[in-house]
């Protein structure tokens, strides 16, 4: 199984919704990625998970909350969004850096929308 | 301060011919380098890296030239097919930075049959 899913495809929210992104992969990958995407933009790292724990926070706002319950699960929970929160969210995956692995496996992505 | 540059937005080139990405990087310190395809509405896909102690790495139609010197590589696909028409990133990578990927902006390849 070389495949990152994620769940939903799409995702219409107001501003005052709670939801959650979820991301799984079954590669044993120890590292796992939170992604913002914008129409024209490279990937906007936002977190980075190693080994389950939270490595790097690119100064995300806390409306943003990720979460990883195990080595194959990632989520995103979002609560109170703004209408600039609206882009392609990535989850992506990588064997894990200190394996001198840096090649990332996406997701297809989730399309939000925050209304 | 943009540490991944591709200076190129689009690109358009004949089915059967070579494609030429470049990409341009200003930190001395990254020590992986990869490229990505992007299609529509997809996530985008690994497709070659190269590391900073070699100057090519080939994969079937794809080579990655590494120029340490210039601080530039290159994507070469030969020959170009229509499939390959989408978007190209360029990303690069240090080891001691967590695994974080800084990307380009991003080259539209288109090929015309």
């Known amino acids: 199984d070389t495949e990152v899913t994620q769940t939903p495809k799409h995702l219409v929210m107001g501003m005052t919704n709670k939801k959650s992104l979820k991301c799984e992969q079954h590669m044993g990958h120890r590292a796992m990625y939170w992604y913002k995407q914008k129409a024209k933009k490279p990937p906007e790292l936002m977190f980075v998970y190693s080994y389950e724990k939270l490595s790097i926070n690119e100064s995300v706002p806390s409306r943003f909350s990720p979460e990883c319950p195990n080595s194959s699960l990632l989520n995103l929970h979002l609560h109170a969004l703004q209408p600039e929160d609206s882009a392609l969210y990535l989850c992506a995956s990588s064997q894990g850096y200190d394996l001198g692995s840096y090649e990332q496996y996406f997701g297809p992505g989730t399309r939000l929308t925050v209304t | 301060d943009q540490q991944v540059k591709q200076n190129s937005p689009s690109l358009s080139v004949q089915e059967g011919r070579i494609s030429i990405l470049n990409c341009d990087y200003t930190?001395?310190?990254?020590?992986?380098f990869l490229w990505y395809k992007k299609y529509p509405a997809e996530g985008p896909t690994f497709l070659i890296s190269?590391?900073?102690?070699?100057d090519k790495n080939e994969d079937g139609r794809f080579t990655v030239f590494l120029n340490k010197s210039a601080k530039h590589l290159s994507l070469h696909i030969v020959p170009s097919q229509p499939g390959d028409s989408a978007v190209y990133f360029c990303?690069?990578?240090?080891?001691?930075?967590?695994?974080?990927?800084?990307f380009g902006d991003g080259t539209t390849l288109t090929v015309k049959p």
């Open positions: 930190n001395s310190m990254f020590d992986y």
């Open positions: 990303a690069a990578s240090r080891n001691t930075n967590a695994g974080k990927s800084t």
């Open positions: 190269i590391s900073s102690i070699k």
